[in-house]
């Protein structure tokens, strides 16, 4: 994951001077982008420092079906599960309701129940949420130009 303290710096400091308006547009763009930045990760199944997601545990007797051969988190990463949300302060991208905890039980390589009632399972860690290289360049890209496009 990517050192963010030097962008919170430098961002801080260039919009110090701006409205909150101007803000608020900013941290919309930046949300829906590191959204749509995100759900491509996750769909190439890639934690943010590049390397691959661990993968699913194979069972003794494992099903050989749709299920085991399709990519994770295909329905979680869907816009009714992650939303983008901005107010003129901060920008963030987070999971809704069931599915929240669903993302943090892979997150952190939590120990969860595999259904209700069912037998627990500790799950491998899968970073869903994170920033790339990428995405704080991204960041700095639409930073510089909301501050060349407002007059600044």
Known sequence: ?????????????LLARTTAASRLRLARLVATDLRRSTYRRIA????PDG???????QPLRAKSGRLRREAMFQRLRQGSHMRAKSDASAAAVEFT??????????QEGLV??????????????????GFTRADVEL????????LAGSGL
């Open 1 to 13: 994951m990517a050192d963010l303290s030097e962008l919170q710096t430098w961002v801080g400091q």
């Open 97 to 106: 309701g069931r599915a929240s905890r669903i993302a943090r039980v892979h």
């Open 51 to 57: 390397s691959p997601y661990e993968p699913r545990r």
């Open 139 to 146: 960041i700095k890209r639409q930073v510089l130009e909301h």
């Open 112 to 129: 969860d129940r595999v259904s209700p009632g069912g037998p627990r399972a500790v799950y491998a860690r899968r970073e869903l949420l």
């Open 44 to 47: 190439q199944q890639r934690n």
